[in-house]
T-cell receptor, first 115, second 113 residues
Framework: GAGVSQTPSNKVTEKGKYVELRCDPI?????LYWYRQSLGQGPEFLIY????????DSGLPNDRFFAVRPEGSVSTLKIQRTERGDSAVYLC?????????????FGPGTRLTVL | KQEVTQIPAALSVPEGENLVLNCSFT??????LQWFRQDPGKGLTSLLL?????REQTSGRLNASLDKSSGRSTLYIAASQPGDSATYLC????????????FGSGTRLSIRP
């Protein structure tokens, strides 16, 4: 079946604007994760959902970042008042459950550029 | 706070060579360790996952070892091929939040034909 998909693949915005990034997980996967990857760095954990609820949001850098998953499938990462430092690739992953041994399958990412 | 370090940051070797990528982590209380591959503009693909109770895992030409007490892991690639060129990321999850993966910065590998 289809893998994890993310839209848009690229997003260019101006400083101060609001952006939404979308993630479609693999069908049937109950756990969904968001990561941020800056150039030359490994992905940095932001938040993960088990079903509709955020089970761990300790990686969100500040209150400008918010994520939802209202029906336990698609998730949207929302960034308010974007700053140039928010420029990065935002990766989404999903797994069948949130079990420790469950493999996380990653999407191709959304490259966000804040001018 | 867990920190994951990968050395070297970049590596270029001729085709056919065997090679080793290194990973170290500061907190030995991990639940598991994974090695991922990332191709440019693509997402991550999990290569090998080693549970904390295991010492190594093998898949084809890849072998990953784990020494939890010393906070080290190695990824061994045998008979390297140009198609192995990619960035290899090491990542650990801890007992406190096993679903939260902490990544290293990666080793960018280039295999010369």
């Amino acid at each position: 079946g289809a893998g994890v998909s993310q839209t848009p693949s690229n997003k260019v915005t101006e400083k101060g604007k609001y952006v939404e990034l979308r993630c479609d997980p693999i069908s049937g996967h109950t756990a969904l994760y968001w990561y941020r990857q800056s150039l030359g760095q490994g992905p940095e954990f932001l938040i993960y959902f088990q079903g509709t609820g955020a089970a761990d949001d300790s990686g969100l850098p500040n209150d400008r970042f918010f994520a939802v998953r209202p029906e336990g499938s698609v998730s949207t990462l929302k960034i308010q008042r974007t700053e140039r430092g928010d420029s990065a690739v935002y990766l989404c992953a999903s797994s069948l459950t949130s079990g420790e041994s469950d493999t996380q399958y990653f999407g191709p990412g959304t490259r966000l550029t804040v001018l | 706070k867990q920190e994951v370090t990968q050395i070297p940051a970049a590596l270029s070797v001729p085709e056919g060579e065997n090679l080793v990528l290194n990973c170290s982590f500061t907190d030995s209380a991990i639940y598991n360790l994974q090695w991922f591959r990332q191709d440019p503009g693509k997402g991550l693909t999990s290569l090998l996952l080693i549970q904390s109770s295991q010492r190594e895992q093998t898949s084809g030409r890849l072998n990953a070892s784990l020494d939890k007490s010393s906070g080290r892991s190695t990824l061994y690639i045998a008979a390297s091929q140009p198609g192995d060129s990619a960035t290899y990321l090491c990542a650990v999850s801890g007992y406190s939040s096993a679903s939260k993966i902490i990544f290293g910065s990666g080793t960018r590998l280039s295999i010369r034909p």
